[in-house]
């Protein structure tokens, strides 16, 4: 790691564990970001209240497959349930994070899964999640969890769907600012990991000059085996930056969160399908 890449500063790396296929992939990720950041990964598991307190309720039922029979849900059987789940997510931890001699730790909490989630992660420097949390979904594809990861966390978040992984090439809007460069960074370390290739937007009406835009580039990724080029955008909204990535092929996008409004950032989750790095 050069002198550059220690303001990454990335030591912890926080997933969000459930059932779900979305989760298997942001773990796959956690762990890939981990081994190439040198860093450790804490996979947590919430047991969301909100299932216990519904299945208290008189008109609870649990179908039960393949006789299609109805038995009567009770807390306690969603309790085993949750656990069985947490078992489950921590086998998938550790299977895939100890072939590849990467540090871990698991922990289940309860509570209300997004609060609890950006509570338990508050001193992570990453946070991974699923884009969703069931494999159909009603309404937009990005789940509330994930909305309220990729809007309300301290540190950056990666957003990924399920069966999706990151690979090039590697996208990441600049416009000159101190948190541009800090999501350049990460981009760079992505697009070494993934073949050397990175495609850099740069939103109309940024403040930095096409040749300040080459100086800087060069002084970024100078002395590294990576194919840089850049694109200037027509517009400086989140519908320019999907447009974007759409017409580079984006394989992984790294946005700034400061560059975006919070209505700006549940648009970009559900306009483009590759997986999202949003950087604090």
Same mark, same amino acid.
């Given at each position: 790691?050069?002198?550059?890449?220690?303001?990454?500063?990335?030591?912890?790396?926080?997933?969000?564990?459930?059932?779900?296929?979305?989760?298997?992939?942001?773990?796959?990720?956690? #762990?890939?970001?981990?081994?190439?950041?040198? !860093?450790?990964?804490? $996979?947590?598991?919430?047991? /969301?209240?909100? @299932? +216990?307190? =519904?299945?208290?309720?008189?008109?609870?039922?649990?179908?039960?497959?393949?006789?299609?029979?109805?038995?009567?849900?009770?807390?306690?059987?969603?309790?085993?349930?949750?656990?069985?789940?947490?078992?489950?997510?921590?086998?998938?931890?550790?299977?895939?994070?100890?072939?590849?001699?990467?540090?871990?730790?698991?922990?289940?909490?309860?509570?209300?899964?997004?609060?609890?989630?950006?509570?338990?992660?508050?001193?992570?420097?990453?946070?991974?999640?699923?884009?969703?949390?069931?494999?159909?979904?009603?309404?937009?594809?990005?789940?509330?969890?994930?909305?309220?990861?990729?809007?309300?966390?301290?540190?950056?978040?990666?957003?990924?769907?399920?069966? #999706?992984?990151?690979?090039?090439?590697?996208? !990441?809007?600049?416009? $000159?600012?101190?948190?541009? /460069?800090?999501? @350049? +960074?990460? =981009?760079?370390?992505?697009?070494?990991?993934?073949?050397?290739?990175?495609?850099?937007?740069?939103?109309?009406?940024?403040?930095?000059?096409?040749?300040?835009?080459?100086?800087?580039?060069?002084?970024?990724?100078?002395?590294?085996?990576?194919?840089?080029?850049?694109?200037?955008?027509?517009?400086?909204?989140?519908?320019?930056?999907?447009?974007?990535?759409?017409?580079?092929?984006?394989?992984?996008?790294?946005?700034?969160?400061?560059?975006?409004?919070?209505?700006?950032?549940?648009?970009?989750?559900?306009?483009?399908?590759?997986?999202?790095?949003?950087?604090?």
């Amino acid at each position: 790691m050069d002198e550059q890449e220690e303001g990454l500063k990335i030591r912890l790396v926080v997933v969000a564990l459930d059932a779900s296929h979305h989760s298997l992939a942001a773990l796959r990720a956690a #762990a890939e970001l981990a081994s190439s950041l040198e !860093a450790e990964v804490l $996979g947590l598991f919430v047991e /969301d209240v909100n @299932l +216990l307190h =519904a299945a208290g309720l008189p008109m609870a039922r649990e179908l039960r497959f393949p006789f299609a029979r109805h038995a009567q849900m009770t807390p306690q059987r969603m309790k085993r349930q949750l656990r069985a789940q947490a078992l489950q997510a921590r086998r998938a931890l550790s299977s895939i994070c100890e072939p590849q001699g990467i540090e871990w730790s698991f922990k289940v909490v309860r509570g209300r899964v997004s609060s609890k989630l950006l509570e338990e992660a508050a001193k992570a420097d990453l946070l991974c999640v699923g884009r969703a949390s069931r494999p159909v979904m009603q309404g937009p594809r990005t789940g509330s969890t994930a909305r309220a990861a990729a809007v309300r966390a301290q540190q950056s978040v990666l957003v990924i769907s399920q069966e #999706a992984r990151i690979q090039a090439p590697v996208v !990441a809007t600049y416009d $000159g600012s101190p948190e541009a /460069d800090e999501a @350049l +960074l990460l =981009a760079r370390r992505l697009a070494i990991e993934t073949g050397g290739f990175i495609s850099i937007l740069v939103p109309a009406g940024s403040s930095i000059s096409p040749e300040e835009l080459q100086e800087r580039l060069a002084d970024r990724f100078g002395g590294k085996d990576i194919v840089v080029r850049y694109r200037e955008l027509a517009g400086s909204g989140v519908m320019s930056i999907i447009r974007g990535a759409q017409m580079e092929g984006c394989g992984t996008l790294v946005v700034s969160r400061a560059s975006l409004l919070q209505e700006e950032i549940s648009k970009l989750l559900d306009g483009v399908e590759c997986p999202v790095v949003l950087t604090k």
